[in-house]
């Protein structure tokens, strides 16, 4: 059976209004806000377009190659294989890319 460990913090004038903003721009409850930060490592802050644009760029040329591929099928073309190849090295780099993401986010 778990038993509850209650903890009393304090904090000045300052710190509360520094949670309570921080709380308020992740639409939290400040009390939420300090359990979390008190359970977790490290908080990291990232804009969303700063995460978004390379996984965009890296699904536009999917989805180019892709294309051309299914081209290159139809007309039998004799560059398939090696636009094959290039599909598979390809995706090596997108798994690579999402692991990187990955380890930067912590959410292994």
Known sequence: MKKTKRKTVFFSKKEWETVCKRAKFLKMKPAAFIRNMSLHK???????????????????????????????????????DRLKSLRKRFEDCRTLLNNYYRKILNTD
């Open 42 to 80: 490290l908080w990291k802050y990232y804009h969303a377009e700063d995460l978004c644009l390379p996984f965009q760029k890296m699904n536009r040329i999917g989805t180019n190659l892709n294309s051309i591929i299914k081209i290159a099928e139809n007309t039998n073309s004799k560059y398939l």
